[in-house]
């Protein structure tokens, strides 16, 4: 059973960047499509982006298009996000899953697994 641990959050200031990591263990990363969601506080949790096991193909959701990047080093079994030009309305927790991943983006079902989240916090 893989487990995932997400790191990279905290403190930055409008227009700046962060890259958050998602790390794998119990299992390699490449048996699984990944996605990233976030949850601002009050609000729904709502997918980003995502990678496929099976090609390495990503997809960004339009709202975060052009300024997030996702991206997978098997080697060290560990899928980023890279986040540009950052917003007030970045601020959320941000979490890893594994997904089905198509071209609309990550789906989650209940079988699948979390991290535990990273607070990202863009401050104006």
């Known amino acids: 059973q893989v487990q995932l641990v997400e790191s990279g959050g905290g403190l930055v200031q409008t227009g700046g960047s962060l890259r958050l990591s998602c790390k794998a263990s119990g299992s390699s990363l490449h048996y699984y499509s990944v996605g990233w969601f976030r949850q601002p506080p009050g609000k729904e949790r709502r997918g980003l982006a995502c990678?496929?096991?099976?090609?390495?193909?990503?997809a960004v959701k339009d709202f975060v298009e052009g300024r997030f990047t996702i991206s997978r080093d098997n080697t060290l079994n560990i899928v980023y996000l890279q986040m540009n030009s950052l917003k007030p309305e970045d601020t959320a927790t941000y979490y890893c899953?594994?997904?089905?991943?198509?071209?609309?983006?990550?789906?989650?079902?209940?079988?699948?697994?979390w991290g535990q989240g990273t607070q990202v916090t863009v401050s104006s």
């Open positions: 899953a594994t997904v089905s991943c198509s071209k609309y983006g990550p789906e989650y079902s209940n079988y699948d697994t």
């Open positions: 990678i496929s096991k099976y090609d390495g193909t990503t």
